[in-house]
């Protein structure tokens, strides 16, 4: 006779199942780490961006100082803006005190990378600025 | 009653065992045939209306029914030319005389009824000392053998003659804990499960695919590294330099904060991330020494002197 025990198929189907659970639960585990993963990674991403939109953005660097510069009491004292590998150099002239202390107050709060900052103070008290910025 | 184990002609592996309601037990590992002693079924050869042997299956349990013993019974039935051979036999006394034979379920390979198996004898058939199987018009039933007058050895008939095509399915399994019912209850609930589980499964898989898909998704939009240490390592450098630069403003205005007295002023001024160098033009070269002890504070001075009232002065930031 070729029967097979039905206990043999009991224990086959229930090896199965609990196999069928097993893995359920396994997948089920995985998934909710690959979530966590994923919440922690769109935290990580939006710090990651907000960093490199302060200090690893050329463009908007450059569009930054650019807009400092432009306005109206600075912008007949640019005497210089110049780009070379990455730097961008600018100079301004004839700024008194008052206006060298407005266009610290302006460019120290803007988000760029500053390189270097030179000042020089003339015979006539205005002083000439020279600043570089990694862009 | 059976016969010694001997070897078929039809396999090597395979013994021949003529099982009776009184077969005793035997020590055997071997496959086994069997054929089932009329004393383990009942048997009726009958005419009915009827075409196929599944309808007069059918029809077996009312024609049994007010000649056999009351219990539960499978029929089984075999159409021999224009009538029916129908059998009615009980799985549960089977079990229980193969149990009682020493033979397991997974030894048996085929059962027979010995109606079918001895068809063509035309003597009895000595299955021991004391019975016969024998042809009583068409029927074939146990006699003791002092009534037979001419008898052949049933052993040496069953090896001449090959088995019929007639093998029976008798549900074995009579002696477990649960029965049939239950056990096929137990078996459909897990199948069940089963089914249920490879839903859930799949369902799972098709999500899991999709918080892979997302990730894959975040690390484009975002730009970011393929490895966790990768993006440690963006992070920190990040920092490290949103630090410095944070620092540097922070050295700068306490270098514009300077307390000069009047009259002194910064004449140059030159500041990068790690070192700065000051010329202050001084009123008093005695001062030179407060301010030196206010650059202290934020810096490491590497030179300072003072010449023709100008204070040559510079360091590195720790």
New interface residues.
């Given amino acids: 006779?070729?029967?097979i025990?039905?206990?043999y198929?009991?224990l086959f189907?229930?090896s199965?199942?609990l196999f069928?659970?097993y893995?359920?639960s396994n997948?089920?585990k995985?998934?909710a780490y690959?979530?966590q993963?994923?919440t922690t990674?769109?935290k990580?991403?939006?710090?990651?961006?907000t960093?490199?939109d302060?200090?690893?953005n050329p463009k908007e660097s450059q569009k930054r100082i650019d807009a400092v510069l432009a306005l109206r009491e600075f912008k007949a004292k640019v005497t210089q803006k110049s780009y070379k590998k990455g730097i961008y150099h600018i100079e301004l002239k004839e700024l008194s005190s008052l206006q060298l202390?407005k266009f610290?107050n302006k460019i120290?709060n803007e988000s760029v990378?500053?390189?270097?900052?030179?000042?020089?103070?003339n015979a006539d008290k205005t002083v000439t600025l020279i600043m570089e910025f990694i862009l | 009653m059976k016969f010694p184990i001997k070897q078929s002609k039809k396999s090597t592996k395979t013994a021949l065992i003529f099982l009776d309601k009184n077969s005793k037990a035997m020590q055997s590992e071997k496959k086994v045939d069997i054929i089932l002693s009329p004393s383990l079924y009942w048997f009726r050869e009958e005419l009915l209306p009827v075409k196929g042997a599944s309808q007069a299956k059918k029809l077996a349990p009312s024609l049994f029914d007010a000649v056999i013993p009351e219990g539960t019974y499978s029929y089984l039935a075999q159409k021999n030319g224009d009538t029916f051979w129908l059998f009615a036999f009980n799985d549960a006394e089977i079990a229980k005389a193969i149990s009682n034979a020493g033979l397991r379920?997974?030894q048996?390979?085929?059962?027979y009824f010995a109606q079918n198996e001895c068809e063509k004898a035309d003597k009895a058939l000595k299955v021991n000392e004391n019975f016969a199987l024998v042809n009583n018009e068409g029927t074939i039933s146990l006699l003791p053998l002092r009534y037979i007058a001419e008898s052949m050895d049933a052993q040496t008939f069953f090896e001449m003659h090959k088995r019929s095509k007639h093998k029976i399915?008798?549900?074995?399994?009579q002696n477990?804990l649960v029965d049939?019912k239950q056990?096929?209850r137990?078996?459909a609930i897990?199948?069940v499960?089963?089914f249920i589980?490879?839903g859930?499964?799949l369902m799972?898989?098709q999500?899991?695919k999709k918080?892979?898909t997302?990730?894959h998704a975040?690390?484009e939009?975002?730009q970011?590294p393929q490895t966790s240490f990768q993006?440690k390592g963006?992070?920190k450098a990040?920092?490290s330099?949103?630090k410095r630069?944070l620092s540097?403003?922070s050295h700068?205005?306490k270098l514009?904060k300077l307390s000069l007295k009047k009259g002194e002023?910064?004449?140059?001024?030159?500041?990068?991330?790690k070192k700065y160098t000051l010329e202050i033009v001084l009123k008093d070269a005695k001062h030179a020494e407060g301010i030196k002890t206010q650059l202290q504070k934020s810096s490491k001075i590497t030179s300072a002197k003072v010449k023709k009232k100008i204070f040559y002065v510079s360091g590195t930031y720790e």
Avoid: C, H
């Fill in positions: 006779m070729n029967n025990n039905p206990l198929l009991l189907f229930t199965v199942a069928m659970i893995q359920t997948m089920e995985k998934t690959v979530i993963q994923n990674l769109e990580s991403g939006q710090y990651v961006k960093l490199k302060r200090w690893k202390d610290n120290l990378s500053i390189k270097k900052m030179s000042l020089l103070r | 379920v997974n048996i390979q085929n059962i399915s008798i549900n074995l399994f477990t049939e056990l096929n137990l078996i897990a199948i499960f089963i589980y490879l859930a499964y799972q898989q999500q899991f918080v892979l997302q990730q975040l690390n939009s975002y970011l993006l963006l992070i990040l920092e330099k949103q630069q540097l403003r700068l205005k514009f002023y910064i004449k140059k001024f030159d500041v990068n991330i």
